[in-house]
């Protein structure tokens, strides 16, 4: 199928490329960065194209079948900063989308929520999609508009679509800039001997999913005939303090973390229930935390050699 | 208290200016429309100012306790035709008065939420606070959102907040411009002797709440210290063809509609269950639909005899 990838050279983006490339689709991408952890893949087409300033130019979207949207310009933890540019960055650019996608007749979308920011403090464990939503970020509010605004589209306009609620995605290609993503920001900093701080005291539980795991729960939504809303995540809850204790045992060190007060939008234990995804899809996550840990500190330590090579490392 | 009434000129607004103010508040009102079918009311500070174009000026805070928030530049009927200025216009205004109101130390707001579009096609009736929110509207997205902001503003920063899910308002000083109100509609349209149009076959079931009714429950909101969704209807289902009848009533003349196809964004039946405002307030609706309708009625006829003294009416 001819399928546009918005925010195919990000993290989970680089991956569903991988993924839906070897399957044989046809690939546009757009995003506003080029790909950053490896070269452009041969085949694809890429668009350098930043929707938080201009409006989806019309040819990109022409013969396209499926829209598989991942773009944000916010993560949780920065959103509240300024709600009003989180709107207009990533609100405003998706209903146009959905506009722009009507008039083009592109009738099918794959849209990332968030299982962690739309929920708010959880009701319940594990959290089912019909969970009241109460998020506690502009990011959060701001996914849950979007997904309302995508099911408008459904039943006025006939689009058909997947919304999946991911919830904490790891693996390889994800950055260390310390705002997303626990796993690969401990094993970057623990590479460069830098303090691992914790947030709280360690027994906040988070539900991580490897990348790939949800790059292929993207790409069977892509040729779905499904509509609706759906969780993807591992369906285990893992907490930091044990998250903490398989790094140690990956990199065979202990790890002494630097304890910090909690953040006010961090809710203590989110875990999705995602059995509607796997009966839907027919898809279960393949790749176990150990494993997936040791796959993603090989690649941070194969990063830090490549791209700093001077670099006085603990191993 | 010190009150701000955002969209206090508008119709509901003004309403509740003459609650607010016959209990002795010290009333300011922030409107980019001046009153329309009054004057100005005297000891009310009015200040003009479009929350679309600028900010806030912050000085129309100071000493303020309570901020009512009435404002919506969208109805439902015109929020699809361009969901992202609806967004520009609503969402990010408000998003911005409550950093302005938490800089400023006002810590009450009582927003104006909507019972008709936040819902969507209702799974209850009648509809209780808990329903899911799937609006069919633009305009109720929005709406939706900004609920979850100011829900997020009272968990994180301590907001004090009611948010009133309205239902459909009428009574004196509601436009007659048709995209708003079917009671004012009708009734300015039959004293022209101009065709009343219905879209679909009249079996459209909403709640009517008489604009007095919804303004003494914004006025004990501002007093209350509650902290809450309520819905705010008379929890009596009515059809659009017994509004017909009772207007037919009213006039002393029997009404022969014109019907035209259903619109996409009419469900078919919204009735609010009202009785969790009723025992937090300690609210009743008082003034019932055959007698709100004749009030109106009364009203529409002194309007036109003012504006229009040359118009050959049908009385």
Redesign the interface.
């Known amino acids: 199928m001819d399928v546009l990838v918005i925010g195919g050279c990000g993290f989970i983006g680089s991956h569903v490329v991988d993924t839906l490339h070897a399957r044989g689709h046809s690939l546009r991408v757009l995003d506003r960065n080029p790909e950053r952890f490896r070269r452009p893949v041969p085949g694809v087409a890429y668009t350098k194209h930043d929707l938080t300033k201009a409006p989806l130019p019309s040819k990109v979207l022409s013969d396209v079948e499926v829209v598989v949207h991942l773009a944000s310009t916010t993560v949780p933890a920065t959103s509240?900063l300024d709600?009003?540019a989180d709107?207009?960055e990533n609100?405003?650019p998706t209903?146009?989308l959905l506009?722009a996608m009507r008039q083009q007749g592109t009738r099918r979308l794959v849209f990332l929520s968030s299982g962690g920011a739309v929920y708010g403090v959880p009701q319940s464990d594990p959290i089912s999609e019909?969970h009241?939503?109460?998020?506690?970020?502009?990011y959060?509010?701001?996914k849950?508009?979007i997904e309302?605004?995508v099911?408008?589209e459904h039943?006025?306009h006939g689009l058909s679509y997947v919304t999946l609620r991911a919830s904490n995605p790891y693996g390889p290609r994800q950055g260390h800039t310390g705002v997303q993503g626990v796993i690969s920001t401990y094993l970057w900093r623990h590479l460069r001997n830098e303090p691992i701080e914790i947030w709280g005291d360690g027994s906040v539980v988070r539900d991580f999913l490897h990348v790939r795991d949800l790059a292929e729960l993207c790409a069977r939504s892509v040729v779905s005939l499904e509509n609706g809303v759906f969780n993807a995540g591992s369906g285990e809850g893992v907490s930091i303090a044990q998250i903490i204790e398989i790094i140690g045992r990956v990199v065979e060190k202990k790890i002494a973390p630097t304890y910090r007060p909690g953040r006010?939008?961090d809710v203590p234990r989110v875990v999705l229930d995602v059995a509607r995804a796997e009966t839907a899809f027919r898809w279960q996550r393949s790749i176990h935390l150990l494993q997936g840990i040791e796959e993603t500190w090989g690649w941070v330590r194969q990063q830090v050699r490549l791209s700093e090579p001077d670099l006085k490392l603990i191993d």
């Open positions: 509240n709600p009003g709107i207009a609100l405003i209903v146009h506009e019909d009241p939503l109460n998020p506690v970020s502009s959060g509010v701001v849950m508009a309302k605004y099911l408008m039943r006025l006010d939008f």
